[in-house]
T-cell receptor
Framework: ETGVTQTPRHLVMGMTNKKSLKCEQH?????MYWYKQSAKKPLELMFV???????ENNSVPSRFSPECPNSSHLFLHLHTLQPEDSALYLC?????????????FGPGTRLTVT | QKEVEQDPGPLSVPEGAIVSLNCTYS??????FMWYRQYSRKGPELLMY????GNKEDGRFTAQVDKSSKYISLFIRDSQPSDSATYLC???????????FGKGTKLSVIP
């Protein structure tokens, strides 16, 4: 079992709903990441946080809103999503932002937008 | 040209075979080379990372980097059914937070 947990593991939501994904890491890391994994596509980096500060927003639509209250917790708030947003959303952490080669991933949240 | 190319497979081998998984990349500035294993309905699990060129071994797994050819490999010796998963290569520059992933190769080891 990894030191990164994510809840919920599965989520089905309508296009007008608002929901949040939660990630928690127990590794003492200081950098946290959100990725999107779609079928037949490479993992896409969405957001990067380093010591609670957002350092990267990879041109992600505003219907995705991240929040990092401390170095151990990361949220992804979702609203008015589109069906093409259906994917596996992965959280990861690393000791420091510039040690991306030591990223550890959580199990992911499988999101389906109806 | 895509930054990282990885044959998606699927690749099917008999138990006990030696498996070779490969990626090519285009940017010679990359310095770190990672291999992840992802089981169905799970997140990617870091197997190992290699800095610059050379080999790195961990049990039945060997990672190899050839920077002159921009080619990285993962070898699995004595493959087991439990090795059946999708294997992702990822690369990164020194001091970078960006990982560039391949699409993954789906491996099945048949008992």
């Amino acid at each position: 079992e990894t030191g990164v947990t994510q809840t919920p593991r599965h989520l089905v939501m309508g296009m007008t709903n608002k929901k949040s994904l939660k990630c928690e890491q127990h590794l003492g890391h200081n950098a946290m990441y959100w990725y999107k994994q779609s079928a037949k596509k490479p993992l896409e980096l969405m957001f990067v946080y380093n010591f609670k500060e957002q350092t990267e927003n990879n041109s992600v639509p505003s219907r995705f809103s991240p929040e990092c209250p401390n170095s151990s917790h990361l949220f992804l708030h979702l609203h008015t999503l589109q069906p093409e947003d259906s994917a596996l959303y992965l959280c990861a952490s690393s000791p420091l932002r510039d040690r991306a080669y030591e990223q550890y991933f959580g199990p992911g949240t499988r999101l389906t937008v109806t | 040209q895509k930054e990282v190319e990885q044959d998606p497979g699927p690749l099917s081998v008999p138990e006990g075979a030696i498996v070779s998984l490969n990626c090519t990349y285009s940017n010679s500035a990359f310095q770190y080379f990672m291999w992840y294993r992802q089981y169905s309905r799970k997140g990617p699990e870091l197997l190992m990372y290699t800095y610059s060129s050379g080999n790195k071994e961990d049990g039945r797994f060997t990672a190899q980097v050839d920077k002159s050819s921009k080619y990285i490999s993962l070898f699995i010796r004595d493959s087991q059914p439990s090795d059946s998963a999708t294997y992702l290569c990822a690369i990164s520059g020194a001091g970078s937070y960006q990982l560039t992933f391949g699409k993954g190769t789906k491996l099945s080891v048949i008992p």
